[in-house]
């Protein structure tokens, strides 16, 4: 089973950083991506980016073009994080941030993937 644990999330003035980190337990076999999402109150849930993290094509990123250029998703092998670095925060950023774990389905252009692990997320807000 994997398990994941979001943290970082807070209030942020527009213009600020935020620094998100989705803690990953379970055997690395049962998943080879990792995304982080977002859901704002009375709006469907968006995906923001995604990262390969499996042998092949390890760090591959994929991101939504309302955060491409804004938001940096990384991973760190020693500490099994995937982080999520935002910069430049607008107002419309604002929501629950939840990261997923799952399987690629394709690594090109970027990754694409089934997802079968949430986590319970973490709230950001920018004002």
Same mark, same amino acid.
């Given at each position: 089973?994997? @398990?994941? $644990? +979001? /943290?970082? =999330?807070?209030?942020?003035?527009?213009?600020?950083? %935020?620094? %998100? *980190? #989705?803690?990953? *337990?379970?055997?690395? /076999?049962? !998943?080879? #991506?990792?995304?982080?999402?977002?859901?704002?109150?009375?709006?469907?849930?968006? &995906?923001?980016?995604?990262?390969?993290? =499996? /042998?092949?094509?390890?760090?591959r990123t994929?991101? /939504?073009?309302?955060?491409?250029?804004?938001?940096?998703?990384?991973?760190?092998?020693?500490?099994?994080?995937?982080? %999520?670095?935002?910069?430049? %925060?607008?107002? +419309?950023? *604002?929501?629950? !941030?939840?990261?997923?774990?799952?399987?690629?389905?394709?690594? !090109?252009?970027?990754?694409i993937c +089934?997802?079968? !692990?949430? &986590?319970? =997320?973490? @709230?950001?807000? $920018?004002?």
């Amino acid at each position: 089973q994997v @398990q994941l $644990v +979001e /943290s970082g =999330g807070g209030s942020v003035q527009a213009g600020g950083t %935020l620094r %998100l *980190s #989705c803690a990953v *337990s379970g055997h690395r /076999s049962q !998943y080879d #991506c990792v995304g982080w999402f977002r859901q704002a109150p009375g709006k469907g849930r968006e &995906g923001v980016a995604t990262i390969s993290t =499996g /042998s092949t094509g390890r760090g591959r990123t994929l991101y /939504s073009n309302p955060v491409k250029g804004r938001f940096t998703i990384s991973q760190d092998s020693a500490k099994n994080t995937v982080d %999520l670095q935002m910069d430049n %925060l607008k107002p +419309e950023d *604002s929501g629950m !941030y939840v990261c997923a774990a799952g399987r690629a389905t394709t690594l !090109y252009p970027g990754p694409i993937c +089934e997802w079968n !692990y949430w &986590g319970q =997320g973490t @709230q950001v807000t $920018v004002s």
